[in-house]
């Protein structure tokens, strides 16, 4: 039902200060007295009803709506109990004048807009374009129809127990990870993994040199210190381990970020080595192991021992951040204590999503979107190393042979002025600095970290010229 009273010059109308029509419309639910006062309240609460406005009388208004007098008489008196409205003798029903109006939402008019660089060179993501919607869409509905009742119920912290069997399967042959179903925790990403294993774990975590700031803080969130790692060509220098009295480890062996290059074979045994002599745990972030160029993809180190490596993967380099599905191959002795940690009930991913990543894994749809994208993106880093070979031979490249980004060396004190120039260029990318350790006691690197999964490929490009034009010159 929606009615509504404009002005006029009769005097049974109220007053309005600026002259302009207004209506109210009695609409949504509830009896006609209660969508009458909402009425009411917004237009006084939105300054349509200046404070001091003259109300039309009881019977004025009854008959205008079609609704009965003693129905505008009970929202008038409950209005007046309120605040929202005064009543005096002689004087009518009017605005009280402490009524005070929202003010109106500038924020259009006075926020500066936002500028989005035309390319993102950052390697956060994959190319979002390339989601398998159609696939995706036929597991979600073969999901849908085959799940169990209690998928629909209180969901189990462990995460859906076909979802875990999928995974079981798929990590022992694409990634050599020894497990079984109930050693995976399915959780919302490597941040919620690393978030709950930040407050499993005792004393000081080591962390490379160069990796992500944001997962250090997570660390340090929840009272962890981290002591850097040197990284070299082989990767994290895992002889500076006993010195740092850590008694856990976080690496990304298959390709370290964002320098590139797998951890040496010599240095994969020596962590497990050190891990087994003095009872630490190793933190495997396996953030983008499926996408090798070169050869064949490197096992995981969890694989060497399942009992002193905390595995973690997830769907955000493989297949959208976006869904928040994550997991985590955990030893025996710390599933309880990471599901005490995590709570009773699934509180971060949904069954229905994970019933249809079950699905996709099961069925061979995300095998073969991981090789569709792994031709894709070998194109691409083919694309950028020409181009780079091309037009600027004195910038050197690395971390090339797996992943989504790349390293460019930069001459020395020139990193902060390329990372400007990117910008200036609208494109989004950083600076190795970003990624170094405060407490680092490397020599400062200068270089560029460029994802170059992540811009559309109609923008391709675009961001390899303005990549270019960034570049400092030869010296």
């Not at 030893?331 to 999503?353: F, Q, Y």
Request: net charge positive; aromatic share 6%; with cysteine.
């Amino acid at each position: 039902m929606s009615n509504q009273w404009g002005n006029s010059a009769d005097e049974s109308r109220p007053e309005h200060g600026s002259g302009s029509d207004f209506h109210l419309e009695l609409t949504g639910e509830g009896t006609l007295r209660e969508r009458l006062m909402r009425a009411l309240r917004e237009a006084i609460g939105s300054g349509r009803l200046a404070p001091g406005t003259r109300l039309p009388p009881y019977r004025s208004l009854a008959r205008d709506l079609g609704i009965a007098l003693n129905t505008v008489g009970e929202a008038y008196g409950e209005l007046v109990a309120e605040g929202w409205l005064v009543a005096r003798q002689g004087s009518g029903t009017r605005v009280a004048r402490r009524s005070t109006p929202l003010p109106p939402d500038r924020s259009r008019r006075s926020a500066p807009p936002v500028r989005r660089p035309a390319y993102d060179m950052m390697p956060t993501s994959p190319d979002a374009a390339t989601f398998p919607r159609t696939a995706w869409q036929t597991s979600s509905r073969r999901a849908l129809n085959a799940a169990p009742n209690d998928a629909f119920g209180v969901g189990d912290p462990r995460g859906r127990i076909e979802l875990r069997t999928a995974l079981t399967e798929y990590l022992a042959r694409a990634r050599g990870v020894r497990t079984a179903p109930h050693r995976i925790v399915v959780c919302a990403g490597f941040a919620h993994a690393l978030r709950m294993l930040g407050q499993v774990l005792d004393g000081a975590v080591a962390v490379e040199s160069y990796g992500l700031a944001f997962h250090r803080s997570l660390l340090t969130a929840a009272g962890r210190r981290t002591v850097p790692l040197s990284v070299d060509a082989r990767g994290a220098v895992i002889d500076e381990l006993p010195a740092t009295g850590a008694e856990a480890v976080l690496l990304t062996p298959a390709h370290q970020f964002p320098t590139g290059g797998p951890l040496h074979p010599g240095r994969r045994a020596a962590v497990i080595d050190w891990a087994r002599a003095g009872g630490g745990l190793v933190i495997e972030d396996d953030y983008d192991g499926e996408f090798r160029y070169d050869r064949q993809p490197v096992g995981a180190v969890q694989g060497l021992d399942p009992d002193r490596v905390v595995y973690i993967g997830s769907t955000s380099k493989s297949l959208s951040p976006a869904l928040r599905i994550g997991w985590m191959a955990v030893p025996d002795h710390l599933v309880d204590d990471i599901l005490a940690v995590k709570g009773a009930r699934e509180l971060w991913t949904g069954s229905l999503e994970q019933l249809t990543l079950a699905d996709f894994i099961s069925c061979g749809a995300y095998d073969r979107h991981l090789r569709r994208m792994r031709l894709s993106y070998r194109r691409r880093r083919d694309r950028l190393v020409a181009t780079l070979g091309a037009r600027a031979p004195h910038i050197g490249i690395g971390g090339i042979a797996a992943g989504l980004h790349a390293v460019l060396d930069l001459p020395p004190g020139t990193e902060q002025a390329a990372v400007r120039a990117a910008s200036r260029q609208g494109l989004a990318l950083e600076g190795l600095a970003a990624y170094r350790h405060p407490d680092s006691g490397m020599p400062p690197r200068d270089g560029l970290v460029v994802g170059y999964g992540t811009p559309p490929d109609h923008a391709f490009d675009g961001a390899l010229e303005a990549l270019y034009l960034a570049l400092p010159d030869p010296e």
